[in-house]
């Protein structure tokens, strides 16, 4: 068996019927040229084949003396975690959207391994679709990024098993093999452990304590209490749209901002005009959680995430202007970290959100919630991906609302595009398909707006200097 690490553990703690913690990944595919109608029954008959799994997707969570781990499930059922539906009439990318947000409001059951795949067909044109969950003790959103593309092709002619039965994916907790070091090895290792990881309590603290002006980076507690944080239910309403990659990156050549960092002014651009619609845009800003992957600097699996805390500047109309604020934020709390060794960033995240727990158990994160939302940017392929030569056309990310988190957005990449996934709360975030349309309208006034600024630098004329010195009137 293999112990989870407390972060992992955490999501298993934290889950309830209306808190499901379970991610997941919403692919459409098209299928190979010349496809006949049997092409998904054809798939799903092969895949059945593999009736055993290899770790993780063997392994079912165990409570043994207060702590989880994982274990091998000895009773492995292949039809539950392979599941074939179909869209109803007329399968549209409205009715995905449908059957993925009732899917993912349901718990998965901690009797077996925590993920689950859905076949869906039935879009237009033959396409299909796959929706494949996976809880968050067992993985990230980089280490499910970095499963799914290992587990695709990068040309249409070749084939692998399916993913639960190939042998390259890793146990995502698994840690490098080697010899167990001795116990002055171990105890070193703890002490050094332990000089990394108090100053990062130590910052966290600071930062919860400490008061800062407008423009400084943002903190704990600053965020205004907006519909978002509210008690959420356990039904689920999911909605997703893909835009171009280059778009992003023109905007922020032009500003100087990083593709992350006019994701961001666009979420808040669609933040703010929701707001507005609602009647409920605070004064103050509002202010994102976004998730920092540290696996760059290890080999560890499991969850390696710090945090950082963004100003979204919801509160500035211009958005130009939003997004310099945006980029000031992020880059003091990005320095910051930038200083740190891996596990004082871990602590300094950990600690940073410590008080969310007892916010939610009192209700007194409405009034004074730690943040706002959690706007996360995962890294996907670069490359065309296939599978079984079944072109993988989009990406799009499902992710976890919580209570007094009731919306959770999600980029994920793919080839030259971002997809964009909004999962909230059904009950406490109603019109979510709005958010797309005031993405795209957040994006268009970013556009605009650097488009009116380069046509006022170019029409804007110097004065012309006269061949004389103009004459004094004498007083």
């Known amino acids: 068996m293999n112990a989870l690490s407390p972060t992992d553990s955490a999501f298993l703690w934290m889950e309830t019927r209306n808190q499901p913690m379970h991610v997941a990944g919403l692919n459409i595919f098209t299928p190979p040229p010349g496809a006949g109608p049997d092409f998904i029954t054809d798939l799903l008959a092969d895949w059945g084949k593999y009736l055993s799994a290899r770790p993780p997707f063997n392994q079912r969570p165990v409570l043994r003396m207060g702590l989880w781990y994982w274990e091998d499930d000895e009773h492995f059922e292949l039809d539950y975690h392979l599941r074939h539906v179909a869209l109803p009439q007329p399968g549209r990318i409205r009715e995905l959207l449908a059957m993925v947000s009732r899917l993912h409001g349901n718990l998965m059951d901690r009797n077996r391994p925590l993920w689950e795949v859905y076949v869906i067909e039935g879009l237009p044109g033959g396409r299909f679709?796959?929706?494949?969950?996976?809880?968050?003790?067992?993985?990230?959103?980089?280490?499910?990024?970095r499963i799914v593309a290992e587990g695709l092709l990068r040309t249409a002619d070749e084939y692998k098993p399916p993913l639960w039965a190939q042998a390259t994916i890793k146990h995502p907790s698994a840690k490098r093999a080697g010899p167990q070091p001795g116990l002055i090895a171990q105890l070193a290792g703890?002490?050094?452990?332990?000089?990394?990881?108090?100053?990062?309590?130590?910052?966290?603290?600071?930062?919860?304590?400490?008061?800062?002006?407008?423009g400084a980076p943002a903190l704990p507690f600053q965020a205004p209490p907006t519909p978002f944080n509210v008690e959420i239910s356990g039904s689920r309403r999911f909605a997703s749209q893909s835009y171009s990659l280059a778009r992003f990156k023109r905007i922020g050549d032009a500003t100087g901002a990083t593709v992350n960092d006019v994701t961001l002014a666009i979420c808040a651009g669609a933040l703010r005009k929701y707001l507005e619609v609602q009647k409920a845009l605070p004064k103050k800003p509002l202010i994102a959680m976004v998730p920092v992957s540290l696996h760059g600097e290890t080999d560890a699996g499991g969850n390696q995430v710090s945090l950082l805390l963004a100003n979204l500047a919801t509160h500035v109309r211009d958005p130009l202007k939003?997004?310099?604020?945006?980029?000031?934020?992020?880059?003091?709390?990005?320095?910051?970290?930038?200083?740190?060794?891996?596990?004082?960033?871990?602590?300094?995240?950990?600690?940073?959100?410590?008080?969310?727990?007892?916010?939610?158990?009192?209700?007194?994160?409405?009034?004074?919630?730690?943040?706002?939302?959690?706007?996360?940017?995962?890294?996907?392929?670069?490359?065309?991906?296939?599978?079984?030569?079944?072109?993988?056309?989009?990406?799009?990310?499902?992710?976890?609302?919580?209570?007094?988190?009731?919306?959770?957005?999600?980029?994920?990449?793919?080839?030259?595009?971002?997809?964009?996934?909004?999962?909230?709360?059904?009950?406490?975030?109603?019109?979510?398909?709005?958010?797309?349309?005031?993405?795209?309208?957040?994006?268009?006034?970013?556009?605009?707006?650097?488009?009116?600024?380069?046509?006022?630098?170019?029409?804007?004329?110097?004065?012309?200097?006269?061949?004389?010195?103009?004459?004094k009137r004498k007083v």
């Open 190 to 214: 703890v002490a050094r452990a332990g000089r990394e990881i108090l100053p990062g309590i130590g910052s966290g603290l600071w930062d919860m304590l400490r008061s800062v002006d407008d």
């Open 322 to 471: 939003r997004l310099q604020r945006i980029v000031q934020s992020t880059q003091e709390a990005k320095e910051r970290l930038k200083t740190m060794p891996r596990l004082q960033k871990l602590a300094h995240g950990i600690t940073s959100i410590s008080p969310m727990g007892p916010a939610m158990v009192t209700g007194s994160a409405r009034k004074h919630p730690l943040f706002n939302v959690i706007i996360s940017n995962v890294p996907g392929p670069r490359k065309t991906l296939y599978l079984n030569g079944a072109r993988l056309d989009e990406i799009y990310p499902v992710s976890i609302p919580t209570q007094y988190l009731a919306l959770n957005i999600t980029i994920s990449g793919y080839c030259d595009n971002l997809g964009f996934g909004y999962t909230a709360c059904r009950r406490s975030v109603p019109a979510l398909q709005r958010m797309l349309d005031y993405t795209d309208e957040s994006i268009l006034a970013l556009e605009q707006a650097l488009a009116s600024k380069s046509t006022k630098a170019v029409t804007k004329v110097p004065a012309k200097k006269s061949a004389k010195p103009a004459t």
């Open 129 to 145: 679709a796959t929706y494949s969950k996976t809880h968050h003790a067992l993985i990230d959103g980089v280490s499910g990024a």
